[in-house]
C-alpha cells in the first residue's frame, strides 16, 4: 500500500491534542507513520510537501515535521503532466497546494490521507474525477483494523 501523507496530517500530531478529534487523527497519523517505517506500507510524497512545510512559521513545528519527511519512501518528481493536473484540480475547486498534493499523489499512490475537511469534501464532491483514494486517516485507518 502506497501512503500519500498531505502536510495537515504531518503536522497533527503537533497540534493542541486537548480536542479528541485531533487526539485520535494525531494516533492514527502516528500509527500510519510507523507502520510505514516497518515496512509494511509505503510513504510516497513530493516536493510539494517540503515547499509547504518550509511555509510553517513556527520554526521548532517546522524542524519537526521536516525530520517527519526524512522517513519518506519514495518522492514523486513534479512533471510537466503532474503540473497540468495540478491546474485542472484546481480549475475543479481544490485550492492550489491541495491540487499539487493530489496530483503528486495520484502519480504513485494508492491513497492520499488529509485531515482538511474542505479538501475531503471537494474530494467527495469530485472523486469519480479523482484517480486516488481520497481518505482522512482515522476513518481510513479504522476500515483497516
Given at each position: 500500500m502506497k501512503i500519500y501523507?498531505?502536510?495537515?496530517?504531518?503536522?497533527?500530531?503537533f497540534d493542541d491534542q486537548s480536542h479528541e478529534r485531533i487526539r485520535l487523527e494525531a494516533e492514527a497519523v502516528t500509527l500510519v507513520i510507523k507502520r510505514m517505517q516497518t515496512g509494511d506500507w509505503q510513504w510516497i510524497s513530493s516536493p510539494v510537501v517540503t515547499a509547504e512545510i518550509r511555509r510553517t512559521p513556527d520554526e521548532a513545528r517546522r524542524q519537526a515535521v521536516l525530520a517527519l519527511v526524512q522517513l519518506v519512501d519514495q518522492e514523486i518528481a513534479v512533471t510537466p503532466a503532474i503540473n497540468k493536473r495540478t491546474r485542472e484540480l484546481t480549475v475543479m475547486g481544490f485550492k492550489s497546494f491541495d491540487a499539487a498534493h493530489l496530483a503528486c499523489a495520484e502519480a504513485g499512490a494508492d491513497v492520499f490521507l488529509t485531515t482538511d475537511d474542505r479538501l475531503l469534501r471537494v474530494a467527495a464532491r469530485q472523486a469519480g474525477k479523482l484517480e486516488v483514494q481520497t481518505a482522512n486517516p482515522l476513518a481510513w485507518l479504522q476500515e483497516r483494523l
Open positions: 501523507l498531505d502536510v495537515c496530517c504531518l503536522n497533527r500530531p
